[in-house]
């Protein structure tokens, strides 16, 4: 997504990201001791995550789902040196769409670009 989509969509992607908030494990909201709230939680993941690429799938101009991926990473995940990589930090689908492969076709996109 262009930053201009990432603006276009972000309310969709926010709300994406609270209603699958205990779907993760720790939920999202629960990965900032210092939010106020669950929402404020959430906002900040959202925030944090918005810096990320995003490749995201729709049905008209209807967010499905995405994935939040990083590219050439080095720290606690990747070990130094191994390039290329993607670190994928997110992927959500809405409940509605899940059971439709999406993830799995957004994977066989990164992976084949």
Not at 29 to 34: I, K, L, N, Q, V
Not at 72 to 92: D, K
Request: proline share 4%; net charge negative; hydrophobic share 40%.
């Amino acid at each position: 997504m262009t930053e201009t989509e990432k603006a276009h969509y972000g309310e969709q992607i926010f709300a994406l990201l609270r209603e699958a908030d205990a779907d993760f494990v720790p939920p999202l909201s629960a990965r900032f001791p210092e939010a106020k709230n669950e929402a404020d939680g959430v906002r900040r993941y959202f925030d944090e995550m918005m810096t990320a690429n995003l490749l995201a799938t729709l049905d008209g101009d209807m967010l499905l789902g995405f994935v939040a991926f990083r590219e050439n990473v080095t720290g606690n995940y990747i070990p130094e040196g191994v390039f290329p990589n993607l670190y994928i930090g997110t992927a959500v689908i809405t409940r509605e769409a899940r059971g439709m492969h999406l993830t799995s076709r957004m994977y066989e996109h990164l992976f084949d670009t």
